[in-house]
């Protein structure tokens, strides 16, 4: 199940107050990824957010594809509070106000991923 981090730029010296915000973020209201048709097509599996010297990383586990959990955050609410919340300490100004602009933001903040290892899961008792 792959992994993705998305960057954000940030005044350095705010570490305590962008914590704050992300403490009392409001979790995206289901899990579950859709298509344009509406059809299920993968999961959010949990998130994590790190920051030091001016750099925020989210990295996201998911299912499915990471287009579809930028469209599924893009019409999450508690995302555009958050993203209005997180504007004063943001050192690079970012245009997340509609979902086709966060779309656009979120592609754009992507790192790319070099390595990803995971466990292999245990062989079924036979």
């Given amino acids: 199940m792959p992994y993705a981090a998305i960057t954000y730029d940030v005044k350095p ?3 305590e107050e962008i ?5 009392n973020f ?12 509406g059809e299920e097509v993968g999961r959010l599996l949990g998130t994590a957010v790190f920051i030091k ?4 990383v989210r990295v996201i586990h998911y299912e499915g594809d990471i287009k579809d959990v930028g469209r599924h955050m893009s019409r999450q609410r508690g995302v555009h509070i958050l993203e209005e919340k997180l504007k004063p300490y943001l050192a690079s100004p970012r245009d997340t106000a509609t979902p086709e602009r966060f779309r656009q933001h979120f592609a754009n903040s992507l790192m790319r991923c ?12 036979g």
């Fill in 19 to 23: 914590a704050e915000l992300f403490a």
């Fill in 13 to 15: 010296g705010y570490d």
């Fill in 26 to 37: 409001k979790r995206a209201d289901t899990p579950v990824l859709t298509d344009e048709a």
């Fill in 53 to 56: 010297d001016g750099l925020l």
């Fill in 114 to 125: 070099i390595a990803q290892l995971s466990v292999p899961a245990p062989a079924a008792a």
